[in-house]
């Protein structure tokens, strides 16, 4: 498998860093994970063809999470090419039709098949023998994570969250785990995760993966980067790095 963070940022714009997406490469096939605003642009700077997205996965529908979907779908019906699988938490299929309302030059254009899951659920996407599992995580809104196990290999996305310890012993045994890490030490915060709440966490439930990124980034984390990651290398044993748009990690 291969991992390419396409957007490691938030709903506040910064340099460098859009919304919420990355791609998980699958038995060759790109799977996307969240598509927020800017990640469309990142996909073909990160060497894809938006055409040969057929999957897309949503951890929940927030605008930061999902504002790039329907121009993914209509650049990829502009050359011809409509037919897209969307899985996410229950509520999708409602969100989308309503999107779609506001663009009736667009209706009837895509065919989108829409699966909506709850905790526990597991799908293999078309032309792999992979499987992704997803489980509730702590947000504002409905919210999964998910768990990618592929030739012999296991990565786990959290999107927004808290930290948990469900989520944690989810994580149990893989190689990467992608977690949110929005704001710095000793930041008073609900729904999102602070380098202080993660090895709070930590301590209650010991976390077995490889290695650790943090994702999801708001401004106010700029120059505190490597102060959390140092933070949680006096509580965790395994690699921890801060992930950027573009970064590629081999698993």
């Known amino acids: 498998m291969k991992i390419t963070f396409l957007g490691t940022g938030v709903g506040i714009p910064q340099v460098g860093r859009v919304q919420s997406?990355?791609?998980?490469?699958?038995d060759g096939r790109p799977v996307l994970f969240d598509c927020g605003c800017g990640v469309l642009g990142r996909i073909v700077e990160a060497g894809y063809d938006p055409v040969d997205i057929d999957d897309i996965v949503l951890t929940h529908l927030h605008l930061d999470h999902v504002g790039d979907v329907l121009a993914l779908l209509k650049a990829k019906w502009?050359?011809?090419?409509?037919?897209?699988?969307?899985?996410?938490?229950?509520?999708?299929?409602?969100?989308?039709?309503?999107?779609?309302?506001?663009y009736d030059y667009l209706e009837g254009r895509f065919e989108v098949e829409i699966t909506e899951l709850a905790g526990g659920e597991t799908f293999t996407p078309l032309g792999t023998d992979c499987s992704i599992t997803c489980t509730p995580t702590v947000h504002s809104t409905t919210s999964l994570a998910y768990r990618v196990e592929?030739?012999?290999?296991?990565?786990?996305?959290?999107?927004?969250t808290e930290p948990s310890a469900p989520v944690f012993e989810f994580a149990g045994g893989s190689d990467v785990m992608i977690h949110e890490c929005s704001f710095p030490l000793d930041f008073e915060m609900t729904n999102h995760t602070t380098p202080d709440m993660f090895t709070g966490m930590l301590q209650q439930v010991p976390l077995n993966v490889e290695k650790l990124f943090f994702t999801h980034l708001?401004?106010?984390?700029?120059g505190h980067e490597q102060e959390a990651v140092d933070h949680?290398?006096?509580h965790f044993e395994g690699e921890v790095s801060i992930a950027s748009d573009l970064m590629e990690v081999d698993v």
């Open 218 to 222: 708001y401004p106010h984390m700029q």
């Open 150 to 160: 592929c030739g012999g290999k296991a990565v786990v996305y959290t999107g927004d």
């Open 78 to 102: 502009l050359v011809d090419k409509t037919h897209t699988c969307i899985f996410g938490p229950q509520g999708t299929r409602e969100w989308f039709g309503k999107v779609m309302d506001t």
């Open 232 to 234: 949680v290398k006096q």
């Open 21 to 26: 997406g990355l791609i998980m490469e699958m």
